[in-house]
């Protein structure tokens, strides 16, 4: 057997200018954070000839061509495994939909303990690299490269995406203190609501092909905003990144109209009032996780727990893709 898992991601700034609508014609930037909430995938050779998929359904099929699960099936015939005679199982902490990067981080793993199977070592950027070539060159599904990088890469990460499809990785030159104060100060909530990213990122994505110009200018000012939430970090200035991420929430909802709903606004302004110095959703919006910078955690918690919303408490990964058991 083997077995690998890849964790789920927060953004902490820039989310957006990762789409190649974008950065293939301005570049892109972002800063993105792997947390210990995982998705965990396990190959096995069954007794008998085909392949068999245990996920939210469960598949029996024969050939590559036959398998449903488009992820699944782009990379059994990216891998080509031969002869097909395969047992894949997938498990996640957190439900898909949730804004937290599920799809880039199941990519990731499969395709991690694909080549593991095979005992062969893939490096984290040629993982993401795959992993961007299933989801965005094979399905033409229209979101980022965020997911896949920092599922592979792991730690608290700036990419910089470039129009000749380069990407560079750098870690967040934060000190002990201040990710000791944002692992405290970042609080995730679960709304309960669950949104495709594709279809909220393909408004997003239609507009910036078309080049048009409130759509480039948003992503631009997002770009910068990252930048700015980089300085901030690593100047050790907690409530100043604070304050970015609720800029940034502001100019985000102005991208597209399925970006928040009125339970979102209502559970967002609560939380502002109630010791949270910035926040946003996290991934495309619409629903899924809130994320909250706060310094006066106790009071934020008793707000969003009177609110009906439970909290997922976590710590960052450091680690990114890895196998667990071969």
Known sequence: MVLTRS???????????????YYREHGGYLISAAIDKYVFVSVIRPFTPGIYLKYSRQEHVSTFDEVQHPIIRECLKMRNCQPPQIEITTLADIPAGTGLGSSGSFTT?????LYAYERLFVHPADLARLACEVEIDRLKEPIGKQDQYIAAYGGITCFRFSPDEGVQAEPLAISAD??????DNLLLFYTGQSRSASAVLKDQDVKTRESDSQMIANLHHVKELAARSQRALEEGRGGLFGEIMHEHWVNKKKRSQGMSNSSIDEWYDLGRANGAIGGKVVGAGGGGFLLFYA????????????AGLDEVRFRFDFEGTKVLLS
Do not use: Y
């Open 178 to 183: 201040t990710l000791h104060d944002l692992e």
């Open 109 to 113: 793993a499969l395709i991690k303990a």
């Open 295 to 306: 310094e006066d955690r106790a009071r934020l918690r008793r707000a969003m727990s009177g």
């Open 7 to 21: 964790p789920l991601r927060i953004s902490l700034g820039g989310g957006g200018t990762d789409l190649p609508s």
